[in-house]
């Protein structure tokens, strides 16, 4: 294999001292509220369900104090989900800062942030039956907010222009304009990067790349959340499946995913989180 990344400096003297520095955590999450009513819920009221089939996207809507739940059907299989503020399709998951404030991968507890200049709680993540996987032998976990989504731009740029219609960003994008009434180039500019559900991710210790290795999602295997604000949501079942191959192409064999939003007791109750603090006047 050629080198991509040829060195052309040398080490400085002090290079090991340099090198043995401590980290520190960017963002500790300590000052965030406490996430409350944590644990699988209990429905308290109808349910409304959904189904993204394989290589294809279903949306949903989950109002504040809602849960949303997404569950494993068929076969092991992984989902991309994107996230809406309701009432402002511009306000929309952010999974840089999720991602520096919680984590390479998320889990119960964790919460789904919001883009700038919003950054406020989208979604807290209440029960995830994963949560026993941890941090496998290879750098592994499962929830990842690294990856971006599988898009059909990638593809063609690795592989002389293929023309692949169904990955995941395509999918996300079709699921949109069909909500939304949105023309398709309008609902793509909105799609954005992720939550892969169930994916199992990482980086190769070695070279620092994001690698994919077989999702341990069996059928009844759930991720639930609680929407802190009133949300659309799109879920695409990844045309990778349970992405321990490839993706991109419809070699692998994929499932289905459900998602259902129900009320719970504690829905009534719940307080919408205000806008951000920041006063936006950026030193001026
Ligand atoms: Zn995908």
Known sequence: MPNRRPKHSTSPADAATRRAVKPVVCYPPDTLPE?????????????????AQPRDATTFRAKAGQTFRITSVDGPQVGDLNLWNAADLTERFFSGKTRALHGTHVTTGDVLWSNLP????????????????????YGGAVHDVIGTRCD??????????????????????RALADETGLPLDGAELLVHDVLNVFMCTG??????????????????????????????????????????????????????LRVEVFDTTHTAAHVTPFPNAYDRTHGR
């Open 35 to 51: 996430p409350q009513n944590l644990g699988p819920a209990t429905p308290a009221g109808p349910i409304t369900t959904h189904l």
């Open 152 to 173: 059909p731009y990638t593809n063609a740029l690795l592989h002389s222009g293929d023309q692949y219609h169904h990955c995941c960003h395509s999918n996300l994008t």
């Open 203 to 256: 980086f190769t210790r070695d070279t620092g790349q994001y690698f994919m290795k077989a999702s341990p999602v069996r059928p009844g295997d759930y991720l639930e959340f609680r929407a802190e604000i009133d949300l659309l949501g799109a879920l695409s079942a990844c045309p990778g499946g349970d992405c321990g191959a490839e993706h991109s192409s419809d070699t692998t064999r994929c499932y289905p």
């Open 118 to 137: 919003h950054l406020r709680a989208m979604a807290t993540v209440t029960h995830d039956s994963l949560d026993w996987y941890g941090i496998d032998e």
